[in-house]
């Protein structure tokens, strides 16, 4: 099922497509958001719900007062039943230019990786082998999807977080929040 924003001119989502091209400055990435929504009979309340995030942020992004990072335009594309050139309109509108086209070839994750780089480790690992193993295990097969690292200052908590998502680093190639 796919929305058309019929309201739009016709062939707004072609403005982008190889060139890159903006839109027309009355087509912007709040008058897109909500003329969708408009067009599926959804409210900002549904559509939060739809796409999993607060009223509030949808209430900011029609209003332009924000705008949606690109996992977020990626749910509010999901939640919009949008697709093919509407769909990569929509994304590129949203500032989510580095997405793929669904039908293209993904960007190789070495440079997906360049854009979450760790920062340097002041001091060796030294003496934690069990531990690292431990926690990789534990996050790299998704057995928990956060953990804590407690203990008193100055053991090497966050050099030991640090060399687990060095480790982990190829498993999340769109980084981690």
Known sequence: MTARCSKLPAGWANHFAKDDKL??????????????RLELGLTQTQLAVRAGISVSLVRKYETGARVPPRAT???LANALELAGEER???????????LPPATTQHTPPAARMASHRLPVAPTPLLGREAELAALTRLLGEHTARCVTLIGPPGVGKSRLALAVAAALQPLFTDGAA
């Open 73 to 75: 335009a990626v749910q």
């Open 88 to 98: 990569a309109a929509f994304l590129v509108a949203a500032g989510a230019r580095s």
């Open 23 to 36: 839109l027309p400055a009355a087509i912007t990435f709040p008058v897109l958001l909500k003329q969708c």
